[in-house]
């Protein structure tokens, strides 16, 4: 048909950017992966093939390093679907007073993260934080929010949580508002109860919205790194590390080659983790 | 299509042409005939973000007017400033001049101009020589002292004199001391420093390494951290912890600003640069109450020097201009105008004997001669380009030393193990 | 009726204590001294001051970063709006040999580190001469906005049945006009969001303003960076500098919000 082939042209202009726009740089990260390059030292180039690579894998630090982020990724992303899919749902009633509220729900997105979690970090500041103040007051013990390992996570994962479930309900709201009324009228005609229409329309239809929600969190979960950086540094120790703190610390110092192997790492682990995704739930449908 | 960036980034470029023309045309104009001063060359700093851009800033229009070089400000925040430099430097993107930490220079060095010849024309002996140290390596001077500071020991005086205590000079005087005024349920805590991933906990470290006889890099380039010395240091790194704030493992180097401020530690040691908000009525309910001195000893006094330097790169096409900033920076002048600045944050202290000593400095900075005699002992870091992985790497152990995923032993070799790793031995 | 409409109050109540309460809090951070910020018993009611207001407005040429920031992210919106626009109606309505990969391949840009993109980035701009420049950065921006725009254009433009459309090319429509004037609007929550997102990515990015940056375009997100200072952040000018960053984002989202709830009367096409 000839509309198909115009169609086809649409793709291009987008697509083209993108691919120059990022292939490009990934082919670079990828060469340079492959060498030991430290910018300090320019003239020691040495091609190593795969040896920052093996260098990493035997690092325990690194190891560590994808423990901890795989912890912390899937625990953010978790909270965040649970608690952004609530919301939503809660939203969906036709009640007026709900539609400026959706508003100041969205604020944290607008927060500057560094800001967001410099002043989250004033807040659960074991001393000086308001948190610990109320928390005294109650009875319930001043927690060292920051500076216990388990703690810390549950710290991080909580502000990015609050950083991020604001998103999370606004695309699956945004997915909940084009479901058509229809069909849930039709399913009550038939008798259906709130939770069977929830299961058998609601899920279904909202199922790529969810999986887009999480693939793209997750993705960017992995790859976070101002909150956790402002909040913890990595610490206490090296319980908050995740791969890109990590990188960031091998980059400040200029050593090219590692942290670039140590980016294509992120991809692999990353790219792996989108495909089991995407495989799971578009297969069934 | 990207109408937005298109059109604009069109319209740009025309005007970037156009500008060129019109400055090509001038420019060869006044080549023919007006005397040099009339040309406008232009510099490219890259210099750190903060209270020190400020007192830059409010200084430049005298140098600009003065000299006819425009500078361009390209200020980035402290933890990124190292890198974006390196990165600047070392792909040929053009900054004339930087603003550069001391621990950098033998890192950035190949890519900075030597200044010795230059240096001749001007007053180095005003200098405190430990500073000019500071921005030299492998016998060539590649930066000027800026801004030096110091570790210095800020304590109550009014604390102490409750309890009829002396100002401490040795470490197990300040422990002694910190113990005695150290009570955890009024808040009170005997000393304040960083103890987790806070840039500052390798500094603390090393400062007590030092002060015992220990050094990061023995004479014959090996680590030299592992051995009697270095085990006292740490040692007495551990005990400072149990008189310190609860939360230390999680101080940054504000927090310990704070800690005094809010008058909950009676002793810390500090940056002088840190210390002049503690002055500060605004922001300090300590004002007035505080003493200053140079850090206790070990078997040694042994403080660290942080000297903020100004280079050139060494590709500029300007080194003219370029070194006529670095010598305004540097310069007298300049000093004696920055402590004037009113700043209650921080300050340029100046690297001049001639500005230190200076009466307006002393009323300035109440802690000024703590940092002169501090700076005439003080201890620079290891010269190497590998410094800054070292310095890396002693964060991270201490921060797991004092996390307990160390034992003090382990944290020791691993010291030494990582360093002599980091040296290729 | 009632039992629900009580019960949602109620739960909202937590929702909205937890989602304010930092932004109270660096509103009145904003007003405060530093001091008072750590006061006890914490202030919740004060006199407040216009010092940090002023510090950032007039210290630095804050208005300059202002509208860097905001041309740059209404770049990134337009550009992403666009192209993704594009490419996702292709990617819904043809599916071709070939189109799952290319689909799964447009994700590669977000499982790269950022850091890891910087300096090929920094690289390539250099070479081309557009460092310090707002191009430089919206290009960088779009590419970063695009995937996510992209995947969720496509499943907005999948739920527009294609009998629409024909039904408007029955009526003399171009393909091209189909889209715009029948497609778009019928998927425009979707749209919204990903402006909304487009904008947000542009807005609140740091690392590659950063490095791509110089005095010339230099955004907000550098520039709050920038009041961490070595002794430490200066809340109150954060703060300040924060809240006004703010401001544009809430216009945008409340210019735009309207079009997340319109698909609710549109739905009624199907049928």
Redesign the interface.
């Known amino acids: 048909m000839r509309?198909?082939q115009?169609?086809?042209?649409?793709?291009i202009?987008?697509?083209v950017?993108?691919?120059s726009?990022?292939l490009?740089?990934?082919v670079?990260?990828l060469g340079?992966s492959l060498f030991n390059w430290w910018l300090v030292r320019p003239q020691e180039i040495r091609f190593l093939g795969i040896g920052n690579y093996l260098t990493l894998a035997a690092d325990p630090a690194f190891r560590r390093s994808v423990v901890v982020t795989c912890a912390f990724t899937f625990g953010s992303v978790l909270v965040e679907l649970l608690a952004g899919l609530a919301?939503a749902l809660?939203f969906a009633?036709p009640?007026r007073f709900?539609?400026p509220?959706?508003?100041?729900?969205?604020?944290?997105?607008?927060?500057?993260?560094?800001?967001?979690a410099?002043?989250?970090r004033?807040?659960l500041h074991p001393d000086?934080g308001?948190l610990n103040?109320y928390l005294g007051l109650l009875g319930l013990g001043q927690p060292a929010w920051l500076g216990e390992p388990t703690l810390a996570m549950v710290a991080i994962i909580l502000v990015d949580a609050?950083r991020t479930i604001?998103?999370m309900f606004?695309?699956i709201?945004?997915?909940l508002?084009?479901?058509?009324?229809?069909l849930y009228e039709a399913a009550k005609v038939d008798g259906a109860s709130w939770f069977q229409s929830f299961r058998y329309i609601t899920v279904p239809l909202l199922t790529?919205?969810m999986l887009?929600a999480v693939?793209?969190r997750g993705?960017?979960a992995f790859?976070e790194?101002?909150i956790i950086f402002v909040l913890t540094g990595g610490g206490p120790g090296t319980a908050t590390e995740t791969?890109?703190l990590l990188?960031?610390r091998v980059?400040g110092l200029g050593h090219?080659g590692i942290?670039?192997a140590?980016?294509?790492v992120?991809?692999a682990l990353?790219?792996v983790m989108?495909?089991l995704l995407?495989r799971a739930v578009l297969k069934p449908r | 299509?990207?109408?937005?960036?298109g059109v604009?980034?069109e319209s740009?470029g025309k005007l970037r042409a156009r500008g060129g023309i019109v400055v090509g045309l001038v420019l060869a104009l006044l080549a023919v005939g007006l005397p040099a001063w009339a040309q406008t060359k232009t510099l490219n700093l890259s210099m750190?973000?903060?209270?020190k851009?400020?007192v830059l800033r409010a200084n430049l229009p005298e140098f600009e007017k003065r000299t006819g070089i425009k500078v361009?400000?390209?200020?980035?925040?402290?933890?990124?400033l190292y890198k974006?430099q390196l990165?600047s430097l070392s792909?040929g993107?053009r900054h004339d001049v930087l603003f550069m930490d001391e621990p950098w220079v033998p890192a950035l060095a190949e890519f900075l101009l030597p200044l010795d010849e230059r240096a001749k024309g001007i007053d180095m002996p005003d200098f405190i020589p430990t500073t000019v140290a500071a921005g030299s390596y492998d016998g060539k001077q590649y930066a000027l002292p800026v801004d030096p500071n110091v570790q210095i020991l800020i304590y109550r005086k009014d604390l102490l004199e409750q309890k009829g205590l002396k100002q401490p000079t040795t470490w197990d005087e300040l422990l002694k001391a910190a113990k005695a005024l150290h009570d955890p349920a009024k808040q009170q805590y005997g000393f304040a420093f960083t103890a987790g991933t806070d840039p500052q906990t390798p500094l603390y470290m090393t400062l007590l390494l030092w002060s015992y006889g220990a050094e990061l890099v023995d004479s014959r380039g090996r680590a030299g951290v592992n051995n009697e010395a270095g085990k006292k240091g740490a040692e007495m790194f551990m005990e400072l912890l149990k008189v310190a704030p609860p939360n230390v493992k999680n101080y940054?180097?504000?927090?310990v600003?704070?800690a005094l401020?809010?008058g909950q530690a009676a002793m810390a040691i500090q940056w002088a640069?840190?210390a002049k908000?503690l002055e500060d009525p605004?922001?300090?309910?300590v004002a007035g109450k505080l003493g200053y001195a140079v850090p206790p000893k070990g078997t040694r006094n042994a403080p660290m020097r942080g000297v903020w330097n100004i280079a050139i790169a060494k590709n500029t096409p300007n080194q003219e201009a370029a070194w006529e900033f670095a010598r305004w920076l540097s310069s007298k002048e300049f000093g004696l105008a920055s402590t004037k600045y009113p700043s209650a944050?921080?300050a340029i202290h100046s690297a001049r004997i001639s500005v230190l000593q200076d009466p307006s400095t002393k009323a300035a900075l109440p802690y000024v001669d703590a940092l002169l005699t501090s700076l005439r002992v003080a201890k620079g870091r290891p010269r190497l380009k590998e410094y800054p992985d070292i310095q890396e790497h002693m964060r991270i152990t201490c921060s797991r030393l004092t996390a307990g995923e160390l034992s003090l032993d382990a944290a020791l070799k691993e010291m030494d193990a990582g360093i002599n790793k980091i040296l290729g031995k | 009726m009632r039992l629900?409409?009580f019960l949602?109050v109620l739960?909202?109540i937590p929702?909205?204590a937890?989602?304010?309460?930092?932004?109270y809090?660096?509103l009145t951070?904003s007003f405060k001294?530093?001091?008072s910020?750590?006061a006890?018993?914490?202030q919740w009611l004060f006199s407040p001051i216009l010092e940090n207001y002023k510090r950032v407005l007039f210290?630095i040429p804050f208005f300059q970063y202002l509208s860097n920031s905001l041309?740059i992210a209404?770049?990134t919106t337009?550009?992403s709006l666009?192209?993704?626009t594009?490419?996702a109606?292709?990617?819904s309505?043809?599916k071709?040999w070939g189109s799952e990969a290319?689909r799964?391949?447009?994700?590669?840009?977000?499982?790269?580190?950022?850091?890891?993109?910087v300096?090929?980035?920094?690289?390539?701009m250099?070479k081309i001469g557009m460092?310090d420049?707002?191009?430089g950065l919206?290009?960088?921006y779009?590419?970063f906005a695009?995937?996510?725009s992209?995947?969720?254009l496509i499943?907005?433009f999948?739920?527009v049945p294609i009998e629409v459309e024909e039904a408007a090319?029955v009526d003399g429509c171009t393909?091209l006009g189909t889209l715009i004037r029948v497609v778009i609007p019928i998927?425009a929550?979707?749209l919204?969001?990903a402006a909304?997102?487009a904008f947000?990515v542009s807005w609140?990015e740091?690392?590659f303003a950063?490095?791509l940056s110089?005095?010339a375009s230099k955004t907000?997100?550098?520039v709050?960076?920038?009041?961490?200072?070595?002794?430490?952040?200066?809340?109150g000018e954060?703060?300040a500098?924060?809240v006004m960053?703010?401001l544009p984002?809430?216009l945008m989202?409340?210019i735009l919000?309207r079009y997340?709830?319109r698909?609710?009367t549109l739905?009624?096409v199907?049928?």
């Open positions: 509309t198909a115009t169609r086809r042209w649409y793709l202009p987008g697509l950017f993108l691919l726009i990022d490009v740089p990934l670079y990260s340079v919301l809660l009633q009640f709900l539609r509220i959706r508003a100041i729900l969205l604020l944290p997105l607008f927060v500057v993260p560094v800001v967001g410099t002043m989250w004033l807040i000086m308001v103040y609050w604001p998103f606004l695309v709201h945004a997915g508002e084009t479901l058509p009324s229809e790529y919205i887009l693939l793209i993705m960017d790859r790194f101002d791969i890109q990188n960031y980059f090219m942290a670039n140590v980016g294509i992120t991809l990353v790219a989108c495909f995407i | 299509m990207n109408r937005m960036s604009h980034g740009r750190l973000a903060g209270f851009e400020d361009v400000v390209d200020s980035a925040p402290l933890g990124e974006k990165l792909t993107a940054t180097f504000a927090d600003n704070k401020q809010l640069s840190g908000p605004s922001k300090s309910s944050i921080s | 629900r409409r949602t739960a909202l929702v909205l937890w989602t304010l309460f930092p932004i809090w660096i951070a001294t530093e001091l910020l750590y006890k018993p914490p210290n041309l209404l770049g337009g550009g666009v192209l993704g594009l490419a109606y292709g990617f309505r043809i071709f290319l799964f391949l447009v994700l590669v840009t977000r499982m790269v580190p950022r850091m890891t993109l300096v090929p980035y920094y690289l390539m250099l460092l420049t707002y191009t919206v290009i960088a779009v590419s695009m995937p996510f992209i995947w969720l499943g907005f999948d739920e090319m393909p998927a929550p979707g919204a969001v909304i997102f947000l609140n740091f690392l950063l490095i110089g005095p907000l997100p550098v709050i960076a920038g009041l961490t200072t070595d002794l430490g952040p200066l809340y954060m703060s500098a924060a960053v703010m984002n809430i989202t409340v919000q997340v709830v698909g609710l739905g009624a199907k049928g």
